[in-house]
């Protein structure tokens, strides 16, 4: 036998095992348990829009893996008219948004449900909620998005818009 064909066969089955490891590897990473929240990440950041109201402003951060928040406010002449706190949760492999809002609901958080997203726009619904039933949100682009709160007020059909432009990261 030629002495050479054992080292031969050892150099190729190196070969073979170390040319397997990075598929091998590959194949074990596993996606973010919160991959659908983390697809939403555009929305972080600081996003205001001026109106003849005044002046609203919505910050959102990553609080931790499964939940983004933000709180929302508009100031009129130094005043702050409005006030909230929401929460982007994923829970399993849903996405909730919760708002708490001074004043109403007696300070109760109320949850929507994500009902449709892609990649430039998330639609949450509580058909049971009074107003709204509809919160959207609509990235027009890095620096801009439409937020739309929509439902029936008093048997009408009543829809409020936000042009927020984005003021910081």
């Given at each position: 036998?030629?002495?050479?064909?054992?080292?031969?066969?050892?150099?190729?089955?190196?070969?073979?095992?170390?040319?397997?490891t990075?598929?091998e590897?590959?194949?074990t990473?596993?996606?973010?348990?919160?991959?659908?929240?983390?697809?939403?990440?555009?929305?972080?950041?600081?996003?205001?829009?001026?109106?003849?109201?005044?002046?609203?402003?919505?910050?959102?951060?990553?609080?931790?893996?499964?939940?983004?928040?933000?709180?929302?406010?508009?100031?009129?002449?130094?005043?702050?008219?409005?006030?909230?706190?929401?929460?982007?949760?994923?829970?399993?492999?849903?996405?909730?948004?919760?708002?708490?809002?001074?004043g109403?609901?007696?300070?109760?958080?109320?949850?929507?449900?994500?009902?449709?997203?892609?990649?430039?726009?998330?639609?949450?619904?509580n058909?049971?909620?009074?107003?709204?039933?509809?919160?959207?949100?609509?990235?027009?682009?890095?620096?801009?998005?439409?937020?739309?709160?929509?439902?029936?007020?008093?048997?009408?059909?009543?829809?409020?818009?936000?042009?927020?432009?984005?003021?910081?990261?």
């Amino acid at each position: 036998m030629n002495p050479k064909l054992p080292l031969a066969i050892s150099i190729i089955i190196g070969m073979i095992a170390c040319n397997a490891t990075p598929k091998e590897k590959a194949a074990t990473v596993k996606a973010s348990p919160y991959e659908r929240l983390d697809s939403i990440s555009w929305l972080l950041g600081t996003w205001t829009d001026s109106s003849k109201i005044g002046k609203a402003t919505e910050t959102w951060r990553k609080e931790n893996d499964s939940t983004y928040t933000a709180e929302s406010f508009i100031v009129s002449q130094k005043d702050t008219i409005f006030y909230e706190q929401v929460k982007l949760e994923q829970r399993n492999n849903e996405i909730h948004c919760v708002i708490k809002t001074k004043g109403q609901h007696d300070n109760e958080s109320v949850s929507f449900k994500l009902r449709s997203k892609d990649a430039e726009a998330l639609v949450f619904e509580n058909p049971q909620h009074d107003f709204p039933t509809q919160i959207t949100y609509t990235k027009i682009g890095n620096d801009s998005l439409y937020a739309e709160i929509s439902g029936l007020a008093k048997g009408q059909e009543r829809k409020e818009g936000f042009p927020f432009k984005k003021t910081a990261q």
